[in-house]
């Protein structure tokens, strides 16, 4: 199997590398960009398997630029990776479409996220499935029919 192709949007190049270290080989990061408006270039031009997205970003913030990426190509397979642990970030990226979402204080998750959403499925943060076990649930999948397949 080919190594997932991720665009990782992020304004922290601490955290860049961050990723970078994380994933080693076991992806290709095809692309970085730092804000919302670079970032719809970027998914145009380089068509990644995954986004890996921060919601705290000048110009755009990233549910903002989900929104309107998913809104016209909502086959598109996007994890937040953020420090946002509020209920409302959680509930909101999925209701936008998201596929996944990790905490950046729970980086070492990111390949099981990538694996899973690659495979058609959606990811929680432990954390956040710990503190709020019916995040994941409360919003639909809108591309499975069968909900018990939801959780991961």
Same mark, same amino acid.
């Given at each position: 199997m080919n190594q997932p192709q991720i665009l990782l949007a992020d304004d922290h190049s601490e955290m860049v590398?961050? !990723?970078a270290r994380h994933l080693g080989q076991q992806v290709s990061i095809v692309? !970085? !960009?730092h804000d919302g408006i670079e970032l719809f270039r970027a998914t145009e031009m380089l068509?990644?398997?995954v986004i890996l997205l921060d919601i705290s970003m000048p110009h755009m913030n990233g549910l903002e630029a989900a929104r309107r990426l998913l809104?016209?190509?909502p086959e598109l397979r996007i994890i937040f990776l953020t420090m946002h642990d509020?209920?409302?970030y959680v509930?909101?990226?999925f209701r936008l479409g998201a596929r996944g979402y990790v905490l950046k204080r729970s980086i070492h998750e990111l390949p099981l996220a990538i694996d899973c959403v690659m495979q058609g499925g959606r990811f929680l943060s432990m954390p956040l499935r710990d503190a709020h076990p019916d995040s994941l649930s409360a919003v639909p999948d809108p591309n499975r029919t069968d909900a018990s397949k939801q959780g991961s």
């Open positions: 590398l961050a !990723v692309g !970085v !960009v068509k990644p398997d809104a016209t190509t509020r209920p409302f509930t909101e990226a």
